[in-house]
């Protein structure tokens, strides 16, 4: 079975342009969560999202926004980018709470890598 | 606020020694506890996982701890081997159903050969 996808793997972007970030749960998975590493650093919590809604969200600005689909494969989008923002994005999918079947560990994905000039 | 602090930053063993990585947190109302490997540029591949109720989880070599009321969590490694050559990261759970993992900054380990 595929584990988590996501692409790009990686992106350079300028200064305040957009970028929109996907990914796709292993099958069977309804959650997605998205992370934010900067170098050196732990990964910080950014979204949760189940069954197509917000279930969490970290210390991001309004700027940081995601949506799931009915497939249940997300999508984090980032405006007006800046410098700080460069970073590896981690997705992470599981099983929910609301499942007999919940294991509760996150299984992530290889990560997309942005870089911001 | 939870926090979570992996010390030491780095470490370097020759191949062979055990060893033991260091994590504490702030807030012991937590959930569960993960152990995390991530090599250079990539994703984390989860290692232990250890329930609130449990005092330890055991994979292979691997031997994860957890004093849930002092805050900390070490992770043993026997007969370590370069392969086990990473960043090790601990991130703990806050309650039931919550995906909001808070990680700590990592250990990077080299193992010597």
């Known amino acids: 079975d595929a584990g988590v996808t996501q692409s790009p793997t990686h992106l350079i972007k300028t200064r305040g342009q957009h970028v929109t970030l996907r990914c796709s749960p292993i099958?069977?998975?309804?959650?997605v969560s998205w992370y934010q590493q900067v170098l050196g650093q732990g990964p910080q919590f950014i979204f949760q999202?189940?069954?197509?809604?917000?279930?969490g969200r970290g210390n991001f600005p309004d700027r940081f926004s995601a949506r799931q689909f009915p497939n249940y494969s997300s999508e984090l989008n980032v405006n007006a980018l800046l410098l700080g923002d460069s970073a590896l994005y981690l997705c992470?999918?599981?099983?929910?709470?609301?499942?007999?079947?919940?294991?509760?560990?996150?299984?992530f994905g290889p990560g997309t890598r942005l870089t911001v000039l | 606020k939870q926090e979570v602090t992996q010390i030491p930053a780095a470490l370097s063993v020759p191949e062979g020694e055990n060893l033991v990585l260091n994590c504490s947190f702030t807030?012991?109302?937590?959930?569960?506890l993960q152990w995390f490997r991530q090599d250079p540029g990539k994703g984390l591949t989860s290692l232990l996982l250890?329930?609130?109720?449990?005092r330890e989880q055991t994979s292979g070599r691997l031997n994860a701890s957890l004093d849930k009321s002092s805050g900390r969590s070490t992770l043993y490694i026997a007969a370590s081997q370069p392969g086990d050559s990473a960043t090790y990261l601990c991130?703990?759970?806050?309650?039931?159903?919550?995906?909001?993992?808070?990680f700590g900054t990592g250990t990077r380990l080299t193992i010597i050969p």
């Open positions: 991130a703990v759970a806050p309650n039931f159903g919550n995906e909001k993992l808070t």
């Open positions: 807030d012991s109302a937590i959930y569960n």
């Open positions: 992470a999918s599981s099983l929910t709470a609301q499942s007999y079947l919940w294991t509760d560990t996150q299984y």
């Open positions: 999202y189940y069954e197509k809604e917000e279930r």
């Open positions: 250890i329930q609130s109720s449990q």
């Open positions: 099958s069977g998975h309804k959650s």
